[in-house]
């Protein structure tokens, strides 16, 4: 029984680093999304958005 407790938490923080490391390279690229693909002219105004969307996605994603 205590083997399978071990694996099971050694899996999920496995997938939890991966999903951490995941949303990390998502978020250095949301800036340049959001300027080139969905048309906001300004830099800076493209970087403000991308900030309010890691901020409310953080905030009010976990449900």
């Known amino acids: 029984m205590r083997a399978d407790y071990r694996s099971i938490v050694l899996t999920s ?5 991966v999903v ?3 949303l990390t390279f ?3 690229f949301l ?3 959001i300027y080139e693909d969905l048309g906001v ?4 105004k493209a970087a403000l958005w991308s900030g309010l969307g890691t901020f409310l996605g953080g905030a ?3 449900g």
């Open 31 to 33: 800036t340049l999304f």
């Open 26 to 28: 998502v978020n250095a």
């Open 60 to 62: 009010y994603g976990d």
């Open 41 to 44: 002219s300004d830099l800076s």
């Open 20 to 22: 951490t490391l995941s």
């Open 13 to 17: 923080c496995f997938i939890q680093f």
